[in-house]
């Protein structure tokens, strides 16, 4: 049983278009998280979530949006996308305390 | 303010060799201290993490860190590297209740 979910893994997209990264936990987290992993390696925190709090990196533009329909999900929507937007997207979860992040496996998002 | 300094973004080593890779972090309250693997195209895995208690902690795989307040570091060692060791290794800090945030991340070569 895979404990972090993403799909889809790969995603080849025009710019201008919209699309969503799904995240599904079964470890029973109640936080959840998404990271943006640049060309270089350097892995940016965009949100995390739990069922109270929704804090958002200020440097994230507002095209990128969260969306959690119950405790185990945080989707990840992304409107008019950019070439800049090319990058692995990880969605990781954690429970209270924060002694461990589980990751999921990555979403490569090329956008050509 | 959390943040977290890898010293050397690539290491190489030669089979058998010591491995060691650095860590500073700052934090303005005890923090809980992670080292995480990558592998190519897959996700973060946890190696080690310190949260309270001994200051010598043991991983998977072989590795293990020491917590050093006074140095506010946290340097991964291996006493001898394998191939298999081969990846990107990420230091993250995080403060109880607070997102985790990860180092630029320290790509390690292994020759033989």
């Known amino acids: 049983d895979t404990a972090v979910s993403q799909t889809p893994k790969y995603l080849v997209t025009q710019m201008g278009n919209d699309k969503s990264i799904k995240c599904e936990q079964n470890l029973g987290h109640d936080t959840m998280y998404w990271y943006k992993q640049d060309s270089k390696k350097f892995l940016k925190i965009m949100f995390s979530?739990?069922?109270?709090?929704?804090?958002i990196n200020e440097t994230v533009p507002n095209r990128f949006s969260p969306k959690s329909p119950d405790k185990a999900h945080l989707n990840l929507h992304i409107n008019s996308l950019e070439l800049g937007d090319s990058a692995v997207y990880f969605c990781?979860?954690?429970?209270?305390?924060?002694?461990?992040?589980?990751f999921g496996q990555g979403t490569r998002l090329t956008v050509v | 303010a959390q943040s977290v300094t890898q010293l050397g973004s690539h290491v190489s080593v030669s089979e058998g060799a010591l491995v060691l890779l650095r860590c500073n972090y700052s934090?303005?309250?005890?923090?809980?201290l992670f080292w995480y693997v990558q592998y190519p195209n897959q996700g973060l895995q946890l190696l080690l993490k310190y949260t309270t208690g001994a200051t010598l902690v043991k991983g998977i795989n072989g590795f293990e860190a020491e917590f050093k307040k006074s140095e506010t570091s946290f340097h991964l060692t291996k006493p001898s590297a394998h191939m298999s060791d081969a990846a990107e290794y990420f230091c993250?800090?995080?403060?109880?209740?607070?997102?985790?945030?990860f180092g630029t991340g320290t790509s390690l070569t292994v020759i033989p």
């Open positions: 934090s303005s309250v005890p923090p809980y």
């Open positions: 979530y739990n069922n109270k709090e929704l804090i």
């Open positions: 990781a979860s954690s429970q209270i305390g924060n002694t461990e992040a589980f």
């Open positions: 993250a800090v995080s403060e109880p209740g607070n997102q985790f945030y």
